[in-house]
T-cell receptor
């Protein structure tokens, strides 16, 4: 089954404790991205990757890191989480960035930073 | 910068009604527009994708139209059912400025009551 898999589904941590949220897709997609969703602000893109070893900032990259060492994986790293990073996070992927690409989303990771 | 607006923000209707959800965008230079459904606390599921060269797409009871010149898209839901209750988001992939960051609207929260 074609899917984007995120882990963990829920995460509670404390300020400053490094964490990684994993994302994996099995559709051989070139394009992968991370979003955060906050009430009243909607979905905002954090980082995206056009292919292996190619990443770029989205609208809200501060406090986050990503890497794309393999095509299927795109982990999101919070080196020193802060309470304002409490949010619902989504990973997404698509075949390309052309006219016909469709975005596929993971189920989300609810992060709480205390 | 592309801006996407969805009206209304919330909608409550009795079962069986035909619905129209609106999505407007400010920059008509787009690759595509995609409609998503999101259930509470869950990921986004793609409903329909309309390429910039297309006028509409249909899937079952759903029909999405695109008018680039006026910067508008509508999602038509025929014979609504309680199972259609969810938040519906549109996302625009802009073609100008080399941006690969899709812009999301804040969604329309739909409740269909029996």
């Amino acid at each position: 089954e074609a899917q984007v898999t995120q882990n963990p589904r829920y995460l509670i941590t404390v300020t400053g404790k490094k964490l990684t949220v994993t994302c994996s897709q099995n559709m051989n997609h070139e394009y992968m991205s991370w979003y955060r969703q906050d009430p009243g602000l909607g979905l905002r893109q954090i980082y995206y990757s056009m292919n292996v070893e190619v990443t770029d900032k989205g609208d809200v990259p501060e406090g986050y890191k990503v890497s794309r060492k393999e095509k299927r994986n795109f982990p999101l790293i919070l080196e020193s989480p802060s309470p304002n990073q409490t949010s619902l996070y989504f990973c997404a992927s698509s075949t390309s960035t052309g006219v016909d690409e469709k975005l596929f989303f993971g189920s989300g990771t609810q992060l709480s930073v205390l | 910068k592309q801006e996407v607006t969805q009206i209304p923000a919330a909608l409550s209707v009795p079962e069986g009604e035909n619905l129209v959800l609106n999505c407007s965008f400010t920059d008509s230079a787009i690759y595509n527009l995609q409609w998503f459904r999101q259930d509470p606390g869950k990921g986004l599921t793609s409903l329909l994708l309309i390429q910039s060269s297309q006028r509409e797409q249909t899937s079952g009871r759903l029909n999405a139209s695109l008018d680039k010149s006026s910067g508008r898209s509508t999602l038509y839901i025929a014979a609504s059912q309680p199972g259609d209750s969810a938040t519906y988001l549109c996302a625009v992939r802009s073609a100008s400025g080399g941006s690969y960051i899709p812009t999301f609207g804040r969604g329309t929260s739909l409740i269909v009551h029996p």
